[in-house]
Every structure is written in structure tokens, then in C-alpha cells.
């Protein structure tokens, strides 16, 4: 009950879709503060030499703050916390992201296009966990995200963009991550997104050791899933959203885990 109760309170206090990936920035001196809360679910992990002894539950909590000191630049960064049948609640990672916007087409050019870095810090606990996609302690990432805008008036209507990424980690082969989304905005109020998330790591591993377990750096992963997100604008209050994501492809990892996540958006200034 006391582990419930945290959960809660640090759902309401702060809160993160991991690090941004969109090729849109927030206004320029803007704060976006976003609480994203997600319980997922699984029972199996592809090519474990023995499974896990139960089903597992999990509950993951994030931070995230991300800013933009200008049109062509966006910091962020994001912090979370777990709770698994492998790991009491605490701590898994941190990181920290930069990017600049090459091109903008809101301001005209035929695609928006930002190129960034970032690096993650993961826990031990959290690395020796199979519910835990990391591949070492120290995560590195280089992305490029594209997307297109079509506009209403004064806001857009519907948009699309893709984000990849090759990352490299203090241990083990490099990986590849790629995001596509479609979304739609109806008078500012009401946000909807089809989203699909993938990742193809290079380890020779072919096998996963559930009860032996160092991270992903030296397995041979792959995973795709596939999501769908509603949100609703509460006046300046923010907005708060709902999600729903199924992993329909599981190579090395945990396989067929299901999502459920209720997020929090807050823009403020100073």
C-alpha cells in the first residue's frame, strides 16, 4: 500500500513520454513539464533459456522537462522510476538531450528538420532486469527527426513525423531505434496519435539468461509496437492523455507486453 501511495503522489507532484522526439519545438522561453504513469504486462520473454517464474507486473513512473531557449534550439531531460517482480521501487535512469532545428516548415520549409544527442544513465538494478530495454550503464544516441505540418487557421490539423536514432552504450554492439507517428488536432481541444515504435540491437547473443541478466548490449534484440494516444486540453491547465501500446513483434525480449499510461502535459513561463 505504501508503494502504491508514492506512486501516486510522485504521479501528481511531477512527471515524462521519455525524451521528445517530435521535429517541433515549444515557444521559444516555454517550459513543457509532462507526468506520464505506465503499467505494463507480460508473461513470456523470447529465446529465455528459462522463463521468468511469474507473471510480470510492472509499474514505471516519468520525468520529463524539456525547453527551448530559442527557435533552433530544445534541452530536455527525463528521470524514472520502476517498481518489478526483479526490483523493489527506485531508481532506473536519467538522461539528458539536445537539439537543433535545421528547418522548420512552419516557417515555410517543405519539411521540419532537427538533428540532436543524448545519453542516458541507467541503474545496476535496473540493467540486470529484463523488463528494462537499456544495454549498459551509460547509453549514447544520435537522432534525426522529420515531419510535416498541415495547418487549419491558426493551429495544425493533422501532422506526421519520423524519428530515427544509432546508439552506442560504454559496453556491448550498437543499435538502431526508429519512431513513426500520425496525429490529428481538432480546435486545439482534443489530440489523437497511431504511433509505432521499433528498436533492432547488434549483439551476437541469441538467447536471453532471465535469472543472469546484464542488459541488452550483447543481445541480439528486436522489437516493434504499436500504439494509440488521446489527449484532452483542459484550458491552461494543461493536458492530460490516455494511452494503449501492444508489442506485436519480440525477438530476445520480453514478447506480446501490453501498456496502459495516463500522462500529464503542463506549458508555463516565467
Not at 544527442?117 to 549498459?136: C, E, M, P, Q, W
Not at 542488459?215 to 494543461?238: H, P, T
Request: glycine fraction near 6%; charge should be positive.
Amino acid at each position: 500500500m505504501r508503494k502504491i501511495l508514492l506512486l501516486i503522489s510522485m504521479f501528481f507532484i511531477s512527471s515524462s513520454y521519455s525524451l521528445e522526439r517530435p521535429p517541433w519545438f515549444g515557444d521559444v522561453f516555454e517550459f513543457h513539464f509532462l507526468s506520464k504513469y505506465t503499467y505494463y504486462h507480460f508473461n513470456r520473454v523470447d529465446a529465455a533459456l528459462v522463463q521468468p517464474d511469474s507473471s510480470s507486473n510492472n509499474n514505471l513512473v516519468h520525468f520529463n522537462m524539456s525547453f527551448s531557449p530559442s527557435l533552433q534550439w530544445s534541452i530536455d531531460s527525463d528521470l524514472e522510476f520502476i517498481q518489478t517482480p526483479r526490483q523493489n521501487f527506485g531508481f532506473r535512469s536519467v538522461a539528458f538531450q539536445t537539439r537543433y532545428l535545421f528547418k522548420d516548415d512552419i516557417l515555410g520549409d517543405p519539411l521540419s528538420i532537427a538533428l540532436g544527442g543524448n545519453f542516458r544513465i541507467v541503474s545496476s538494478d535496473s540493467l540486470k532486469d529484463v523488463s528494462t530495454l537499456y544495454h549498459a550503464n551509460s547509453d549514447f544516441e544520435l537522432n534525426l527527426a522529420f515531419g510535416k505540418e498541415f495547418s487549419r487557421l491558426d493551429y495544425w490539423r493533422f501532422r506526421f513525423w519520423f524519428y530515427g536514432a544509432v546508439g552506442i552504450a560504454n559496453k556491448g554492439s550498437p543499435w538502431l531505434r526508429g519512431n513513426f507517428a500520425l496525429e490529428g488536432n481538432l480546435n486545439e481541444k482534443r489530440k489523437w496519435s497511431l504511433f509505432v515504435d521499433a528498436m533492432h540491437g547488434y549483439g551476437k547473443r541469441e538467447f536471453v539468461d532471465v535469472f543472469n541478466f546484464d542488459g541488452y548490449g550483447k543481445i541480439r534484440e528486436r522489437n516493434i509496437d504499436l500504439g494509440f494516444r488521446y489527449g484532452y486540453r483542459l484550458s491552461v491547465w494543461g493536458t492530460l492523455s490516455f494511452e494503449y501500446k501492444r508489442r506485436v513483434l519480440a525477438k530476445r525480449c520480453p514478447e506480446n507486453v501490453n501498456f496502459f499510461s495516463v500522462s500529464y502535459l503542463v506549458p508555463f513561463s516565467f
